[in-house]
């Protein structure tokens, strides 16, 4: 066994962190995420990059935040050979692998082109090992290791006729509202989360070198279309879910250029249309898919114990943002509320420790540096990342004062006290919220005239420092527009 410990990073895609038993949620069935959590260190307030899937993504590789890598939306890519994390890593002796989706580059673009046809660019981010794998709507339009299964099980053609339905809106047209809870029926084997957490386990079982390894899980849920088979649904049966906190539309005044991302997402979303009743269904559907990724961390964590592995290995689970799941009466992600910005975060150290929650902020880049630093590896160029590994081992770093995300050229500023949003291109201020008097965010109170200096407060000490620099964009964002109605 090698004396360098390996490193098993397992990352949903659109995992809120409150969804989870550990977290408080008593109706969420995740027995294997709580056991990460009762051997290990859960971090409640853990904020991503970017409330989008590349954007999260690319900063987590690179360490950099969304403005320096230029990855602000899902329609641009970090080059080719970016220095990451990855890289760090092998020059330190890991063998760096993949399974699942990683969503680097853009699943929408490249005509033609197969996952296996994007294995070279991975090498170029630092993998020396790619099964790559897409999204659920992407998997109906370019093949891949999952597709290829599902082909091979008799399998594909129900999946897209299920997931072929449940298309984004496209103009003003969309067949199935995104609120549709119609079920992929399969077994839970070859559901795709299921199938990600089989060949992870093939992989650790399979696994004969004599290198430490880097493994890296990405599962596609609980992430829409709320797809969750019945035979899931069904562990609920009896179960109260929780409710969202809030079911209070955003308020659309004040907020300048913002209104236009939200709007967006409304209409993405059909908010016009999204009732109670329909949440809950949305929240059954996803609750399951959340089990089921749980369910392939518990035969990952077997596997890692059955292949005398287990006291060897950090095992770290994340996701690469939140999900709103009916709060402010949308669905999704992009905007800045915590639902969208806050993932769970589980670190459990090989061997296992005592149980501890850390309540302060953390950047989920920072999760990046700590890999680095349990791998002993070096900091890729441009890292901003601040290494959290010492809560771990009971060396608490210092506390960050403010945590950072972006998306779209807007940008969220949270401290202790208040969470206040940018636009990047005008440093206007557009939505404040009062953490300790409104934590469901509520009211915006960013033309409150008693809030004028803590607004002030924070651009200064915060915002202008951070934006002091152009932002690299490769094209013009959506919302850069010179005024909306207010």
């Not at 160029?381 to 779209?408: C, F, H, M």
């Not at 291109?425 to 300790?436: A, E, G, I, K, Y």
Request: hydrophobic share 35%.
């Amino acid at each position: 066994m090698s004396k360098s410990p390996n490193i098993v990073l397992l990352m949903s895609d659109q995992h809120r962190a409150d969804v989870m038993g550990c977290a408080g949620d008593g109706s969420a069935i995740t027995p294997a995420m709580d056991k990460l959590a009762a051997e290990g260190v859960r971090f409640s307030r853990t904020n991503c990059q970017g409330p989008l899937c590349m954007p999260g993504r690319a900063s987590f590789v690179t360490e950099r935040w969304v403005r320096d890598h230029g990855v602000f939306d899902n329609y641009s890519e970090i080059p080719a050979g970016t220095p990451t994390f990855l890289h760090g890593l092998r020059d330190a002796g890991y063998h760096t692998a993949e399974i699942g989706k990683m969503h680097l580059w853009m699943h929408s673009q490249h005509p033609g082109k197969t996952s296996w046809d994007f294995i070279p660019f991975m090498e170029s981010l630092g993998f020396a090992e790619s099964i790559e794998t897409l999204g659920k709507h992407a998997s109906l339009k370019r093949d891949n290791p999952y597709s290829a299964h599902l082909r091979t099980k008799g399998l594909l053609d129900a999946y897209e006729r299920v997931l072929g339905a449940k298309e984004y809106r496209s103009d003003d047209t969309q067949g199935i509202p995104t609120w549709d809870t119609t079920p992929c029926e399969m077994p839970i084997d070859d559901f795709v989360d299921g199938w990600h957490g089989t060949e992870a386990v093939r992989w650790i079982e399979e696994y004969d070198r004599d290198d430490p390894f880097f493994l890296w899980v990405g599962f596609p849920g609980p992430h829409d279309p709320w797809d969750a088979p019945d035979k899931a649904r069904e562990w609920y049966d009896g179960i109260e879910l929780t409710e969202p906190g809030s079911f209070a539309p955003p308020d659309l005044t004040h907020v300048a250029n913002l209104r236009g991302l939200i709007e967006m997402m409304q209409g993405i979303a059909d908010s016009e249309t999204l009732t109670p009743e329909r949440v809950n269904a949305v929240r059954l559907a996803y609750y399951a898919g959340v089990s089921i990724i749980d369910q392939a961390i518990g035969r990952v964590v077997a596997a890692l114990d059955q292949t005398d592995r287990l006291d060897n290995t950090w095992i770290i689970y994340t996701s690469d943002h939140g999900e709103m799941l009916g709060e402010h009466k949308m669905l999704l992600k992009c905007v800045f509320y915590d639902p969208s910005v806050r993932v769970p975060l589980i670190v459990r150290p090989p061997g296992g420790r005592d149980a501890r929650t850390v309540d302060n902020l953390i950047e989920q880049f920072d999760l990046s540096a700590a890999i680095r630093e349990i791998a002993d590896a070096p900091a890729p160029e441009g890292s901003e990342a601040q290494s959290l590994r010492g809560y771990v081992d009971g060396d608490d770093p210092k506390a960050r004062a403010v945590s950072i995300t972006e998306n779209w050229g807007f940008a969220g500023f949270e401290t202790d006290d208040h969470k206040l949003v940018i636009d990047e291109d005008t440093l206007t201020p557009v939505q404040l919220f009062d953490r300790s008097e409104d934590p469901l965010e509520d009211h915006n109170l960013v033309a409150d005239p008693d809030k004028a200096e803590v607004i002030a407060g924070m651009v200064d000490t915060y915002v202008r420092p951070f934006l002091s620099t152009p932002a690299t964009r490769p094209h013009q964002s959506l919302f850069a527009v010179e005024s909306l109605s207010q």
